[in-house]
Each structure stands twice: as structure tokens, then as C-alpha cells.
């Protein structure tokens, strides 16, 4: 598979339950199908209607044989007003070491940027090793204690970045 034979598009309702699997396959895949995560959360199969809320976006990878993943930024509450979160970042198996992830992450960091936000906050668990690569890579850094209320508590590392 080639980057350029994917397209990179914002979610639609149809996308739902396709992405809900592929949430939940990768955390399956890699262990950290555990309570306090996106696993159990009920928003990971109403993804569409989540991210109508206000300077929130959720990005779709497809190519002709359908859905590969995607990622978003969200103004997570209790995050300062100037933070959103890098949220829902998950891809195919197939679809990992191409630089989709890489494609992804830019397209969220410039949409925070858009959006007037001044930092971009992650959550994440040691597990996801190749995640965590990208994430320094984009320069985020890792924090000694979660930021805001993602009732996520199964997230046992905090990344923060500082958009330019």
C-alpha cells in the first residue's frame, strides 16, 4: 500500500461502526483493551456525532477497499482553553509504517493550529510503542501527571506539545 493511493477526508456518519472496530482491534492487538480506555468508551461508536462538537475535527484514512483509520483533536474538558487533545489515533495494521500515521498527526497538528489552539495534549499507554516514536518525533513531551477530565484512566502516559 502507498500513501498516495489513500484518501484523507473529514468523518462521515456512515464511518462509525468501521472505526469503532478498528479503535478497538488496536487496542486488542497490542493488549491495552483495558478499563479506563477508548475501548469501553461509548463515544468510540458515536465518533461522527462526538466530533460535531465546536473546534473539534476527526480525520478519515480510506482507500478503495475502505476505511483505514484516522485521528482527531478535541477540546477535552478541563484542558486549559488554549489545549486540545490528539485523540482516536489508530490505524489498520496494514496501513502502519507508510507515513499515514505521520500524514495524520500533521493534518491534526495544522487543524489545532486553525482552530487557535497553543498546545496539544495526548494520552496514551506504554504499549503503543510505535505510537509514542511518532509523538516524540512531533516533538511532544512527556508529562509527570494527566491534564484535563478524558476519564480515560487506563492512560498511564501524558504527552504535551507546543504549537508554534
Not at 17 to 37: D, M, Q
Amino acid at each position: 500500500m502507498k500513501l498516495s493511493d489513500i484518501t484523507i477526508r473529514l468523518i462521515q456518519p456512515l464511518d462509525n461502526p468501521s472505526l469503532a472496530v478498528i479503535v478497538r482491534n488496536t487496542l486488542t492487538e497490542f493488549g491495552a483493551n483495558v478499563p479506563g480506555t477508548v475501548y469501553f468508551d461509548p463515544t468510540t461508536d458515536a465518533l461522527f456525532e462526538l466530533f460535531q462538537t465546536p473546534k473539534s475535527v476527526y480525520f478519515v484514512a480510506e482507500t478503495k477497499g475502505g476505511l483505514l483509520g484516522g485521528g482527531g483533536i478535541f477540546p477535552t474538558e478541563g484542558l486549559p482553553e488554549d489545549t486540545c487533545e490528539l485523540v482516536k489515533m489508530y490505524l489498520l495494521p496494514e496501513a502502519r509504517g507508510i507515513g499515514l500515521g505521520r500524514t495524520l498527526i500533521g493534518k491534526c497538528l495544522e487543524r489545532a493550529i486553525e482552530n487557535g489552539f497553543r498546545q496539544v495534549y495526548l494520552e496514551t499507554l506504554p504499549e503503543l510503542k510505535l505510537a509514542l516514536q511518532s509523538y516524540e518525533k512531533f516533538g511532544f513531551e512527556f508529562l509527570k501527571a494527566p491534564m484535563g477530565n478524558s476519564k480515560h484512566f487506563g492512560c498511564g502516559l501524558w504527552m504535551l506539545k507546543k504549537l508554534d
